[in-house]
């Protein structure tokens, strides 16, 4: 009988992602963060976030969806429009390459609406968001805000759990 043994401390070669998956990731990263910062504009409103996701996260965004839009609703400022530039930092991708992990920077202009109160707002956040294998391509299975300053400021997007 032969046992394969791996010595306590060694780690397996880092996985490489292919540039298409990569490409496709950030795709749907991008328009998951333009798509959640528009739900606070008074622009048109699709229902969803525009990307594919699991079912478990389905459930989770109808969560997130209904809370930016009761922020669209109650907000004493109003945004017009929503322009999101997505930043990639890293990627951690499990062994089977099934799974990714996405360490993302959004640096988002929300445009107001009253001209006189100036053309925009902005913020940046950090997002860790999470991609199952699907098929040929990835869904987004989950999304988190990455670390940031602790009760710092955050957009109307965001709201903290606790502060």
């Not at 922020?71 to 990627?91: K, L, N, P, Q």
């Not at 991609?131 to 805000?145: C, K, M, S, Y």
Request: glycine share 8%; charged share 20%.
């Amino acid at each position: 009988m032969l046992v394969a043994v791996t010595p306590l401390g060694a780690s397996a070669a880092p996985v490489a992602l292919a540039e298409g998956d990569r490409s496709q990731i950030l795709g749907i990263a991008q328009r998951y963060l333009q798509n959640r910062a528009q739900k606070v504009t008074t622009g048109p409103q699709e229902p969803g976030f525009g990307v594919p996701v699991t079912a478990a996260l389905a459930r989770k965004l109808e969560v997130h969806e209904a809370k930016l839009d009761a922020a669209r609703a109650s907000a004493g400022t109003r945004y017009r429009a929503a322009v999101v530039e997505t930043r990639s930092e890293r990627f951690h991708v499990d062994q089977a390459g099934r799974t990714v992990v996405a360490s993302l920077y959004e640096h988002t202009e929300l445009h107001l609406a009253e001209p006189h109160a100036g053309p925009s707002t902005g913020y940046g956040l950090p997002h860790l968001l999470t991609f199952d294998r699907a098929g040929e391509g990835w869904v987004l299975a989950d999304v988190a805000l990455g670390h940031y300053k602790h009760c710092a400021l955050l957009p109307e997007t965001q709201r903290p759990s606790e502060c």
